[in-house]
């Protein structure tokens, strides 16, 4: 029997596609590990957003890579969205690579596998059509669990890859998405993460109509289910029903991320962007009015083809008129293959470059004087880590990853995954520090 370790890369789509990956391996000939000295069989989930997710991979494919020589590996699988995109020049340009296995194609793990080992560098790229594989159920499970709600993205923005290697916006079912859910709630998952690479969007391909607000409703009859936290709500079809859920809702976090990119109006509509600066301030006027400790995060591209200095200034200037809890910033990549690429008026790379320091530094001071506003504030927090000190965790500010932690001081004796309350008494621009009061109920 054969061990297989399947490494992942970028954004936690990818991770959840990795899970499946594992879910669907022929267990009567394989063997999974987390140890990739140890495997005869890896499998790179990759990347291929921009080009500093691009490199990631590559450098990383090149040091498993390595192993063949220094290690137990035999065969060398790349999959994800790099591997989509690029299948025969990666075949071309890394020879240790042993075969492509696209996201469309997590079902032929298996088959790509057995075809590497026997030479052919098989190429599984055709189809963009990834359907959730319902049956490969995570037995082994964490406190805090992402579940796919959606794949694929109808929007066409001008600078993005990711429908051209995703395919259109597909949702899961709500019956499939509940039974999962269920499924890790009864095994011990406490907070779950809706994800899709637009959430709003959700449903208006299955039921004709944006039905993200009816799973949430039907997430309420889940019982020990404590925490739901969605990522990625696009401004567009975030309606005022969905805010009411949200606000009433007592899963719910008041938590949300949503991809703004830009605001001002010129660049928003050469990124084919279907919002504009009134309708991203309106949604945030509304979502604090409904939950006035909603902890927005969101992130902008910076130096689109044509973006002046005015352009970038009004960034700047809406983040001190509409403060966002948690927000970040990465350069225009030009990407072949989109329409952004061939566009007039490319921002020069070190002009992009200080732009996103400059807002990076803004954001630093203006998360600080944010954080400070939770001191002496009582949370509810996730124990994720116990230290000497205590323990680390989560409260509703802090996506795992991504976002900030919360540093418990206490004697108590506590345990990964327990909900605690915690007394705020410090502060950085990013993380809390506490002291514990007692378990929530």
């Given at each position: 029997?054969?061990?297989?370790?399947?490494?992942?890369?970028?954004?936690?789509?990818?991770?959840?596609?990795?899970?499946?990956?594992?879910?669907?391996?022929?267990?009567?000939?394989?063997?999974?590990?987390?140890?990739?000295?140890?495997?005869?069989?890896?499998?790179?989930?990759?990347?291929?957003?921009?080009?500093?997710?691009?490199?990631?991979s590559?450098?990383?494919?090149?040091?498993?890579?390595?192993?063949?020589e220094?290690?137990?590996?035999?065969?060398?699988?790349?999959?994800?969205?790099?591997?989509?995109?690029?299948p025969?020049?990666?075949?071309?340009?890394?020879?240790?690579?042993?075969?492509?296995?696209?996201?469309?194609?997590?079902?032929?793990?298996?088959?790509?596998?057995?075809?590497a080992?026997?030479?052919?560098?098989?190429?599984?790229?055709?189809?963009?059509?990834?359907?959730y594989?319902?049956?490969?159920?995570?037995?082994?499970?964490?406190?805090?669990?992402?579940?796919?709600?959606?794949?694929?993205?109808?929007?066409?923005?001008?600078?993005?890859?990711?429908?051209?290697?995703?395919?259109?916006?597909?949702?899961?079912t709500?019956?499939?998405?509940?039974?999962e859910?269920?499924?890790?709630?009864?095994?011990?998952t406490?907070?779950?993460?809706?994800?899709?690479?637009?959430?709003?969007?959700?449903?208006?391909?299955?039921?004709?109509?944006?039905?993200?607000?009816?799973?949430?409703?039907?997430?309420?009859?889940?019982?020990?289910?404590?925490?739901?936290?969605?990522?990625?709500?696009?401004?567009?079809?975030?309606?005022?029903?969905?805010?009411?859920?949200?606000?009433?809702n007592?899963?719910i976090?008041?938590?949300?991320?949503i991809?703004?990119?830009?605001?001002?109006?010129?660049?928003?509509?050469?990124?084919?962007?279907?919002?504009?600066?009134?309708?991203?301030?309106?949604?945030?006027?509304?979502?604090?009015?409904?939950?006035?400790?909603?902890?927005?995060?969101?992130?902008?591209?910076?130096?689109?083809?044509?973006?002046?200095?005015?352009d970038?200034h009004?960034?700047?200037?809406?983040?001190?008129?509409?403060?966002?809890?948690?927000?970040?910033?990465?350069?225009?990549?030009?990407?072949?293959?989109?329409?952004?690429?061939?566009?007039?008026?490319?921002?020069?790379d070190?002009?992009?470059?200080?732009?996103?320091?400059?807002?990076?530094?803004?954001q630093?001071?203006?998360?600080?004087?944010?954080?400070?506003?939770?001191?002496?504030?009582?949370?509810?927090?996730?124990?994720?880590?116990?230290?000497?000190?205590?323990?680390?965790?989560?409260?509703?500010?802090?996506?795992?990853?991504?976002?900030?932690?919360?540093?418990?001081?206490?004697?108590?004796?506590?345990?990964?995954?327990?909900?605690?309350k915690?007394?705020?008494?410090?502060?950085?621009?990013?993380?809390?520090?506490?002291?514990?009061?007692?378990?929530?109920?």
């Open positions: 029997m054969k061990k297989v370790s399947i490494v992942t890369l970028g954004c936690s789509k990818n991770d959840i596609d990795s899970g499946q990956m594992r879910g669907v391996l022929d267990e009567s000939r394989f063997l999974f590990t987390d140890q990739v000295t140890d495997a005869e069989v890896i499998v790179v989930n990759t990347c291929g957003f921009i080009d500093a997710a691009k490199e990631e590559i450098d990383t494919i090149l040091d498993l890579a390595k192993l063949k220094s290690g137990k590996l035999e065969t060398l699988l790349l999959a994800g969205c790099l591997a989509q995109r690029y025969d020049e990666l075949l071309e340009s890394i020879p240790e690579a042993d075969g492509i296995l696209g996201p469309g194609h997590i079902r032929s793990i298996n088959e790509a596998i057995e075809q080992e026997n030479h052919e560098k098989p190429i599984f790229a055709a189809s963009l059509e990834n359907d594989i319902e049956e490969a159920r995570r037995e082994e499970v964490s406190v805090t669990e992402y579940v796919k709600i959606s794949e694929g993205c109808n929007n066409r923005c001008a600078y993005c890859i990711i429908p051209f290697l995703k395919g259109n916006n597909r949702s899961r709500m019956e499939h998405i509940l039974d859910i269920r499924h890790l709630v009864e095994r011990g406490r907070e779950v993460i809706l994800i899709g690479q637009n959430s709003t969007d959700y449903g208006i391909d299955l039921y004709g109509r944006y039905a993200l607000v009816d799973l949430l409703k039907a997430l309420r009859d889940i019982e020990d289910l404590r925490w739901v936290r969605i990522l990625y709500a696009y401004p567009d079809h975030f309606d005022d029903a969905l805010i009411d859920e949200m606000k009433n007592p899963k976090l008041p938590y949300i991320d991809p703004i990119q830009h605001v001002a109006d010129p660049v928003l509509k050469g990124m084919n962007r279907k919002t504009d600066r009134r309708a991203i301030e309106s949604l945030i006027t509304r979502l604090r009015s409904a939950m006035p400790d909603i902890a927005i995060r969101s992130t902008f591209l910076l130096g689109f083809p044509g973006e002046t200095d005015e970038f009004e960034v700047l200037d809406f983040l001190e008129d509409y403060p966002l809890e948690r927000a970040g910033a990465f350069a225009y990549s030009r990407e072949e293959g989109t329409p952004a690429a061939t566009m007039a008026d490319q921002v020069a070190d002009v992009k470059e200080a732009r996103v320091d400059a807002f990076m530094a803004a630093m001071d203006r998360s600080e004087r944010l954080m400070e506003k939770q001191v002496s504030r009582t949370l509810e927090v996730l124990v994720t880590e116990i230290t000497e000190e205590g323990a680390i965790g989560r409260s509703y500010l802090d996506a795992p990853d991504i976002d900030g932690m919360v540093s418990i001081y206490t004697d108590e004796n506590l345990a990964v995954g327990d909900f605690i915690v007394e705020i008494t410090e502060s950085t621009a990013y993380d809390l520090g506490g002291d514990y009061i007692e378990h929530c109920k």
